[in-house]
């Protein structure tokens, strides 16, 4: 499944309405340590189609980004039934990323 990019407009449409966990990736252009995580992200949402992947860029999102407290990029948001259940600061393996976030896969 491809990533999907998420705006202050469809934010709940795409995150908080979903069907099932969502890893959020709060990123923004600049970031060098978000660009990191990008390949880690893109792999995760092309081998775990029971996760939805979503991208927010907190610099064209601000209203998300500071709904969410987002103090630090990247942030890697997990969502489930319309709240944030855990997240992950930084850069981060993507086997310990996996294991937070498949914990909420029903």
């Known amino acids: 499944m491809a990533v999907i990019e998420a705006r202050d407009g469809n934010f709940a449409q795409e995150v908080l309405n979903a069907d099932k966990p969502v890893l959020v990736d709060f990123w923004a252009e600049w970031c060098m340590p978000c660009r990191m995580m990008a390949p880690v992200v893109d792999q995760i949402a092309e081998e775990h189609?029971?996760?939805?992947?979503?991208?927010?860029?907190v610099d064209?999102?601000?209203?998300?980004?500071?709904?969410?407290?987002?103090?630090?990029?990247?942030t890697l948001g997990i969502f489930?039934?319309?709240?944030?259940?855990?997240?992950?600061?930084?850069?981060?393996?993507?086997q310990h990323l996996l294991n937070k976030i498949l914990q909420y896969v029903d």
């Open 80 to 94: 489930k039934d319309g709240k944030m259940v855990d997240k992950v600061i930084g850069v981060t393996p993507k």
């Open 49 to 57: 189609p029971e996760i939805k992947v979503v991208k927010l860029n």
């Open 60 to 74: 064209e999102n601000p209203l998300i980004a500071s709904t969410y407290r987002i103090m630090s990029i990247p």
